[in-house]
């Protein structure tokens, strides 16, 4: 065989094997996604909140083993959410990443001698998940803030979604609203 036969022969396998992994890439990519939002109480006795903002749905305390009383409150735990992350940032679930996402938690907190909240803070390592959160990975941080009418809960965090089928509908939904744009753009 020539060496013209053979770089013939070699160019389209390069760029055959150098488009399979791009799609490979692009199938288990990870992109990371900013969550910040509210958790309401719905049944604190059962452990049963709602979240609201960039994770909607609802939060269960699994497991709560408390470590310490004094000076500092200290717990340790495990939880749950099931929902969806709101990656259109519309308030919806419609066509977002959704399943269930696995915590462990710590929370410390600080009681008055009246027993009263004066502050309180948990961090929430993803340990798992489920259908659009499979082999997600990331972490949730919480604050409680005592209120005239109870304690506000706010969470700021990250989920990192590595290639689950949530990730790939919003890719796909990206690229072609990016491509739509850029054709109206264009004029076509």
């Known amino acids: ?7 013939r022969l ?3 396998t390069l760029l055959a094997a150098t488009a ?6 692009t199938a288990n990519a990870a992109t990371t996604y900013q969550v910040s939002g509210q958790q309401t ?12 903002g960039g994770l909607i749905g609802d939060w269960t305390v699994t497991s709560y083993k408390e470590l310490a009383k004094t000076p500092i ?6 939880e749950s959410f099931s929902g969806c992350l709101d ?22 907190a600080r009681f008055d ?10 961090v929430h390592p993803i340990t798992g998940g489920t259908g659009g959160f499979a082999k997600a990975t990331g972490v949730v941080a919480m604050v409680d803030t005592p209120t005239a009418e109870g304690v506000s809960t706010s969470y700021i965090g990250n ?5 689950s089928k949530g990730s790939r509908r919003h890719d796909a939904r990206t690229r072609a609203a990016s491509a739509t744009a850029a054709a109206s753009a264009s004029g076509c």
């Open 20 to 25: 399979a992994l791009g799609l490979a890439a």
């Open 41 to 52: 109480v719905v049944d604190e006795d059962a452990g049963k909140y709602r979240v609201d």
């Open 113 to 122: 001698d009246k027993g009263g909240l004066v502050w309180g803070t948990c």
């Open 10 to 12: 070699t160019v389209p």
């Open 159 to 163: 989920v990192k979604l590595r290639g």
């Open 73 to 78: 409150l200290r717990a340790k735990g495990t």
């Open 1 to 7: 065989m020539s060496k013209a036969s053979r770089r």
């Open 87 to 108: 990656v259109r940032r519309d308030g919806k679930c419609e066509g977002d990443p959704s399943g269930t996402l696995r915590f462990d938690f710590k929370y410390w």
